[in-house]
């Protein structure tokens, strides 16, 4: 493969998952030319396994960063050493994301033929991502277009889609130049769908079906305001905020009215109890007020 690919690993307090997760990277049937793995400031012993990794193979690349930025500032940081580093695309996905062995080699000719047949820059490709037992991982389900059987029709496994999870996704570097990371500030939650729908503007990006990789989720299950508990609330706090912001800022009006109603008829057939949902609005509040702008990778080309 003459294409340089960096594959780009955001990991924070996964060393029992971390080594598969490099073995099935590093062992592509299409050798990506880097693989920087970010280390969220991981505190159980990942650091030693991230160096172990680094001195036998030179293609790792480590970055360490001083504190844990969450999921969408390791990718805005993983993404942009990839760029600085001279990569044509970066490839990206979670800490316990295996991919299977020709996943790397089916996205990049699956992003191409779709270009050809498109007579367009497609902003990126996305593999087909299924549970441990399987299954379909439902919570990594892309969203798809009106037409998203169009390359299908052209005898191509490849259906085109809006937005996708940050499992498995291959991005060309011209996306990066013209879009800028994903938004750090959103720390987790809904930095996946904003990048994924900020890109896609101008044209919809490809899930390669031919292209899989395997999610070792704990549970098998999508996003539901109706699970909010006082344990993970945290992680919905985030999700409220971001996506709040992301209505109103990115869309209109009209599209926040319809979350916020969504939010409260999740919480409510949820039976979530009331202090949690007054914390969750709270945020939806917050959101109105934050509005992060996208930055952008110096190349040093």
Known sequence: MNTAVAAVIVTYNRKAKLPKVLDHVLGQSARPQWVVVVDNASTDGTAEVVADYAARDDRVVVVSLDENTGGAGGFATGMARGYELGADFVWIMDDDCYPDEHALEELVNGHAKAESTLGTQVPYACSLVKFIDGSICEMNNPGTTWDWGRLISKGQQTVMVTHCSF???????????????????????????????????DAPGVQV?????????????????????????WKFEYGARNEASYRLHRENPVAFGKFVLRLFQGLRGGRVAWPLRVRLFKKVVEGIRFNP???FPRSVL
């Not at 996306?175 to 750090?184: A, E, I, S, Y």
């Open 167 to 201: 499992v498995s996704v291959l991005f060309p570097r011209w996306v990066l130049t013209k879009h800028g990371l994903p938004l750090r500030e959103y720390f987790i939650w809904f930095d996946d769908q904003e990048y994924t729908l900020r890109i896609t503007k």
């Open 209 to 233: 079906l031919t292209s899989v990789a395997v999610h070792d989720m704990g549970v098998n299950r999508g996003v539901n305001f109706g699970d909010v508990t006082a344990a993970n609330i």
């Open 293 to 295: 702008q996208p930055e």
